[in-house]
């Protein structure tokens, strides 16, 4: 069966600009009420990684939450929005985003992440904690933020919906995957699987490049996508910033376990052709695949080599040490007022890069890369 996503421009963050193309990306598809019914408990899940204010692009700008509010109710659904944001209380992330003001203006409410519930998984991972409130929502509606990701390249709708896992319980994800980028993906994949998201629209108007996702550039992109099936919305994101559904580990390991449609020819595009809309100097971190066909014993005696890794530059570093907080194998630590990553128990998840609220920490190529890269 072919998977449609739809393409809608939008040049800015103009309340009405903003509405309007994020009602016709859902038009295209059959209009909000193809995909909730009326009495519909609805989780709008933004991205709401930190607290940053709109115009830095790190979380889903607050006009696009709104337009999806303002549908859902439109529908006879009952909008609730929420997320479990990487550092920082989600109230406070709410509030400096402009997501909170936005709730309040439109009668909507704020979930609670912090309770819990155990689902079972039907792959390779067996069990999910996600907070209970994307478990009994009758329809999640998943709102990512297209940005760079340091870890999995790019971040859009299969990696946004890692937030309905609670707070520190996702460190506990990246100590498991360790160096293996590709079992992080799968979970990812096998997650989005498990909750299952009826709709998803990518904030795609300003995005962010570089040094994503967290302390990138903010890149004009002005694009409204939507489309029900996430790993296909990912692969035309991607293929609009330049990407390959292979270079996204997401995709890659979606197509290898027949999760979505990864594969472009059977993709069907709604509105504007996606060659129109493509970007071709879109800047990405400096990323490889740590997966070389070598033995394991030769792997962990390379890895500093043949993987990229953070890089803490100390004279942004402000010592906040979030950093060290957020590190699931405690492999940074203060010494002598500086923090220092200890790259034999790094494992490359890159989570202090993308919580690190000064930009400090960006991702360098080891020396057996650059010496074959160039």
Known sequence: MTS?????RCEDYKQVRVYEA???AI????????????GDKVLIKPNMLKARPPEAAVTTHPEVVRAVIRLVAQAGGVPIVGDSPGIGEMTDVARRSGIQKVVEEEGAALADFTDSIILKGHGKFKNFEVARCAAEANAIINLPKLKTHGMMVMTGAVKNL?????GKKKAQWHLNSGIDHSAFARMLVELSVMLKPCLNVVDAVIGMEGNGPGSGDPRQIGLILAGQDPVSLDVISGVILGLSPLQVPATRVAGETGVGESHLERISILGEPVNQVKINDFVF????N??????????RCLKGALTTRPVINHDVCIRCGICQDDCPRSAIVERNGKMIIDYRSCIR??????FCPSGAIHI???WMLRLCNG
């Open 22 to 24: 994020v009602l016709r």
């Open 162 to 166: 890692f937030g309905c896992i609670p």
């Open 4 to 8: 449609i996503v739809s393409i809608v």
């Open 27 to 38: 038009d295209l598809l059959g209009g909000m009420r193809a995909f909730i019914k009326p």
């Open 290 to 299: 740590t997966e070389w066909p070598i033995p394991e014993w030769a792997r």
């Open 285 to 288: 971190p400096q990323h490889i």
């Open 349 to 354: 998840c890159f989570c202090c890069q993308e």
């Open 364 to 366: 360098n190529k080891g």
